[in-house]
């Protein structure tokens, strides 16, 4: 991650996504989809809750692509 | 992303892109190709627009490459 | 890694996982997955103690998710 | 790209490719192998022409290796 | 790598396996699985002396994991 | 390629390859496996001849280790 700036529109999607609780698809490199809802994010990581309810600490620098399911 | 300067041809030619709707296609480091129109880009990532309208939040680490579609 | 600033959910939720012993699975860009106890972690790596008392050194740039197992 | 700094031989070896608009080849992380002639490098991308006079822009940080076609 | 640092755990255990020369396993992103005993490490690479007595220099960029062999 | 300081021992033995027109066998992370001798190094490429006398421009980030052939 270059930069972790809050005004930035790619953090701004992904904290209205966690806001509004919105279910994403989360495609890595290693070609899983993660689907879930994103808790929270930082500058090196996502946390995305499955929908077992288990907390996924993903690396941003594994994220392909965010879409909504 | 070493650099997001818009002085820069690569950032200039995703604005045109952006700016003038062309259709692209974007392939993955996962072997994705993912195609549709760029809504924005910013240092971290590009949105674009697919077939479905829907928006897909592509990290600039995971892109190949960009071509016209 | 962009930022080892302890401050960070995603770095104390890893010190969580340390301090309580849970056991976690760790899914790497290669497709591994690691299982074990997360002994500890420093700006670059990981060290996870797996079921045979083993010591793995892992990078963190390889990390692709980390989840309960 | 740790540094776009036009004294460095690498960065002048694509200059020339450019100037001469020598035919080469590129092989990217994907496995894929584009050909055609560099239009222009800068500290993020390659831009190349193909057979079809397609304009491919190409991630640094995507591509493996260059060689003469 | 984003820090060399000799009080970091992660350079202090791969100095130990060198000094005690250690037999390791090292597991690369390309899925290559490499083992000898460590020669030296610096913020780059680790050099790797394998049973034919050959040295392989390893990018650090490209190591998944390091365990005891 | 987070260091070009050639007081470090990995710049100084790809300097030694060079010097002495070792040939080497260059692993990528995309499981190609280049074989020649390094006609120079910088702080982003390295610069391969192979047994056909072409040069290919290597990038450091796409490699996995270098060994003698």
Same mark, same amino acid.
């Given at each position: ?18 806001? %509004?609780? *919105?279910?994403?698809? &989360? ?5 899983? $989809? ?15 809750? %499955?929908? *077992?309810?288990?907390? &996924? ?5 594994? $994220? ?6």
């Amino acid at each position: 991650m270059s930069e972790f700036n809050t005004d930035l529109p790619s953090i701004r999607k992904v904290q209205s996504y966690t806001k %509004d609780k *919105n279910a994403v698809a &989360i495609k890595l490199l290693t070609n899983d $989809i993660l689907e879930g809802t994103i808790l929270w994010q930082d500058p090196n990581c996502l946390c995305l809750q %499955d929908q *077992n309810n288990q907390q &996924i600490l993903i690396g941003r620098h594994a $994220i392909a692509f965010i879409r909504p399911k």
